[in-house]
Nanobody, 126 residues
């Protein structure tokens, strides 16, 4: 089965940048669109971005549009989230997950999303 593991989180100052990585194990990685979600302490998990199976289509939440860029390299079984101009409100645990619902600025969890990483913590603070 598909396994996902996030990395790249850490502490960064406001205005700084981080690149998150989502590494997949399994031969069927390119069967799945991949989404990034985040959860701040005490908050509901929210969709951040997603990318289609071959990277031809991307989606971003309004809160990150213009600052974050999602990409994937199926030859390496990797999905990336480049985060620029980070704000304190970007703080949270970031998860990658397979097969989200993505349409325009809407990135949602679905009942069929069975594959999640364990998350990587991003802290934006001075």
């Amino acid at each position: 089965q598909l396994q996902l593991e996030e990395s790249g989180g850490g502490l960064v100052q406001p205005g700084g940048s981080l690149r998150l990585s989502c590494a997949a194990s399994g031969s069927t990685f390119d069967y799945y669109a991949i989404g990034w979600f985040r959860q701040a302490p005490g908050k509901e998990r929210e969709g951040v971005s997603c990318i289609s199976t071959r990277g031809g289509s991307t989606n971003y939440a309004d809160s990150v549009k213009g600052r974050f860029t999602i990409s994937r390299d199926n030859t390496r079984n990797m999905v990336y989230l480049q985060m620029n101009s980070l704000k304190p409100e970007d703080t949270g645990v970031y998860y990658c997950a397979a097969d989200p619902y993505c349409s325009g600025h809407v990135i949602l969890e679905t009942k069929g999303m069975n594959y999640w990483g364990k998350g990587t913590l991003v802290t934006v603070s001075s």
